[in-house]
């Protein structure tokens, strides 16, 4: 291991940390602090999502919102329908509203919890495994993967709004019944349901490592720089994309799941173009390349969000553009980049290189 | 006994036949050098045996098995490999991490997944030893000199294990010393793996050379010992530089 991992593994320690104990510690464990970081910890997940296919495999997926939507709406189906158990035939109120007289089949496995856990996850999966395999095999790129992904975004989130009679539509799913997470009611303003959405990150975390750490993270990295070559040696390249991709789909979902939770609500503005690109900002300003990184920005944004947002209300949407802006100008590799460099200027100069030596060495990175 | 052959391939673009009815057999075990021209159509036969190009008709045949329209991916498991004209190592990625990616003899996503370091030994060490890259293994291969650059390109084909193993101008900037370096390592390859040159360095050629044929205009123009070669007419009517 050189000492880039050493560091990146202190890093690992010091956010886990922070997230389990020093959070919980300077909220002063108060209910309502705790659940607007654990929505915070929820968009983590979802950056670090996007970190994982963009940063490691150069797939800029711009419709990340709508797995991450699709998550949200998969656990709000399930707890509308607890919630309207008491309904003639269990039917939702805004079904009646629109001249829905039963349950649609499509709604029927999510009264099922482990159903609807598992779909949360696999839904999002299987359809960017599909759209994974079409773009894919047809060696689209770049540029390309992004405009489709976009487009596919729109074209979900106005499927949802116009099927009013089974979404929702423009209000999307409210009135929703508390989770019972396997007899555990889960209070949403609770230390234990913030430790429920830090262990989910944490969890999102460490699976999305040993697949960077692994040599799939190493063939993606090289599928990146020069995907053309990497067939050359014998690697499907369309099967590894296909895969990364679908994992961050199925990651993005898990993070939609909690974020109905903590919410307790399900909108098409999760759905968004708006929200799909302010994921893409938050992962810019962590830094692509490292997972926690993208995580670490999401929380950072979010957090100035809720402080700034307040104070400049009309301008906060101009504010998040300039950063982005900003980044992708003076600061590529994000955060995670700068700490890097100062990890490594420090490194070298214990070595005893002279600081000429190693700006050499930097700026040759 | 052949390890592959190829029947009147034929590659057009636009209007020029890059390569215009090549037949050839390569036999196992052998090194054949390939030298014509600029531009008489060798890499592009070199593309189209590892599938970067497709052809416009004719038939590869691999041990056996028509590989004429297979993907490249395809093409390397059956056990060809490819060294680019242009060095083509991965920047970003460190030494050590590029053989780590040419040694692919299980390329399958669960495979992958399970592999998380690589020791430097057995056939690793040795690869890294022979082109003598083993002191720089966590070095980026984006920082290393035009020479190391096509070393470790060599080094990820020791480590890819080919049966058939491409190169296109492999001593293309290297030092006489390291053209003399790189005749041992071919001539340590032959008989285990197959290799086909493209060389314009002629005392290269003669140090490595069992068969040669040379090309021109995209066609087989002549085809024997480096000593008929040099002495074939039509051969110093084209190929005037050496
Ligand atoms: N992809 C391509 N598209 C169009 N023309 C090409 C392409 N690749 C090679 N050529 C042309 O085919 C001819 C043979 O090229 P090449 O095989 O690179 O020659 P050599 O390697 O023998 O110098 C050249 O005239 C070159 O310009
Ligand atoms: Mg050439």
């Not at chain 1, 269990?90 to 919890?113: A, K, Y």
């Not at chain 1, 690697?235 to 296909?242: I, M």
Request: net charge neutral.
């Amino acid at each position: 291991m050189n000492r880039n991992n050493r560091a990146d593994y202190l890093g690992h320690i010091v956010f886990i940390l922070a997230i389990l104990l020093g959070v919980p510690a300077l909220l002063g464990f108060d209910g309502f602090e705790l659940n607007t970081f654990a929505r915070y910890l929820s968009l983590a997940i979802v950056a670090s999502a996007l970190a994982l296919s963009w940063g490691t495999a150069g797939i800029l997926n711009l419709g990340q919102a709508a797995t991450f939507g699709i998550g949200a709406y998969v656990m709000a189906m399930h707890l509308k329908l607890v919630a309207s158990a008491g309904n003639p035939d269990g039917l939702p109120d805004f079904m009646g509203w629109n001249n829905v007289t039963s349950l649609p089949w499509f709604w029927l496995p999510f009264q099922s919890l482990t159903v609807t856990l598992i779909l949360g996850l696999a839904l999002p999966a299987l359809l960017a495994w599909a759209m994974g395999i079409f773009m894919f095999r047809a060696r689209i790129t770049g540029v390309f993967v992004a405009i489709i992904t976009l487009a596919f975004l729109v074209a979900l989130q106005l499927w949802f709004i116009e099927e009013q009679r089974f979404t929702g539509g423009q209000n999307g799913l409210t009135g929703l019944a508390p989770l019972d997470l396997f007899g555990w009611s889960v209070d949403t303003y609770s230390l234990g349901f913030y430790y429920l959405v830090a262990g989910c990150l944490i969890a999102a975390l460490v699976i999305g490592s040993l697949i960077v750490r692994s040599k799939v993270g190493l063939v993606l990295r090289a599928i990146r720089e020069d995907s053309q070559r990497v067939r050359y040696f014998g690697y499907d390249v369309a099967r590894y994309e296909t895969f990364v991709f679908s994992t961050s789909a199925a990651i993005a979902g898990w993070a939609g799941m909690l974020y109905a939770l903590v919410l307790e609500f399900a909108s098409p503005t999760y759905i968004g173009v708006a929200f799909s690109l302010a994921i893409v900002i938050w992962v810019a300003v962590g830094g692509r390349e490292s997972l926690v990184g993208a995580a670490v920005g999401a929380i950072l944004v979010n957090l100035a969000e809720g402080r700034l947002s307040d104070m400049f209300v009309e301008s906060w949407l101009l504010i998040l553009g300039v950063m982005f802006i900003l980044f992708v100008l003076f600061l590529p590799r994000g955060l995670y980049g700068l700490l890097r460099q100062g990890f490594g200027r420090i490194a070298r100069l214990r070595e005893g290189q002279g600081p000429k030596d190693a700006r050499a060495q930097e700026s040759a990175q | 006994m052949n390890l592959m052959q190829i029947h009147n391939l034929t590659v057009q673009f636009g209007g020029l036949r890059a390569v215009n009815d090549l037949s050839l057999d390569v036999r196992r075990g052998e090194l054949l050098c390939l030298l014509g021209p600029n531009g008489a159509g060798k890499s592009t036969t070199l593309d189209l045996i590892c599938g970067k190009t497709r052809a416009t008709s004719g038939q590869i045949v691999f041990e056996g098995q028509d590989i004429t329209w297979l993907k490249e991916y395809k093409r390397a498991r059956c056990g060809i490999g490819r060294k680019f004209q242009v060095p083509s190592v991965f920047r970003e990625l460190t030494v050590l991490e590029n053989i780590e990616l040419a040694r692919s003899r299980n390329p399958g996503i669960l495979d992958s997944l399970r592999v998380f370091r690589t020791p430097i030994r057995g056939r690793v060490r040795e690869v890294l030893q022979i082109v003598g890259l083993i002191d720089m293994v966590d070095t980026r291969a984006g920082n290393l000199s035009h020479g190391q650059t096509q070393w470790l390109e060599i080094a990820m084909l020791l480590a890819q294990d080919s049966k058939l193993i491409l190169m296109d101008e492999p001593t293309a900037g290297m030092t006489i010393q390291e053209t003399l370096q790189t005749a041992a390592i071919f001539n340590s390859l032959k008989g285990d793996h197959t290799i086909i040159v493209v060389e314009h360095d002629m005392q290269f050629v003669r140090q490595v050379a069992e068969r040669v044929i040379v090309m021109n205009q995209g066609s087989l123009l002549a085809e024997g010992t480096i000593a008929g070669i040099e002495a074939d007419p039509r051969v110093k009517a084209v190929y005037l530089g050496h």
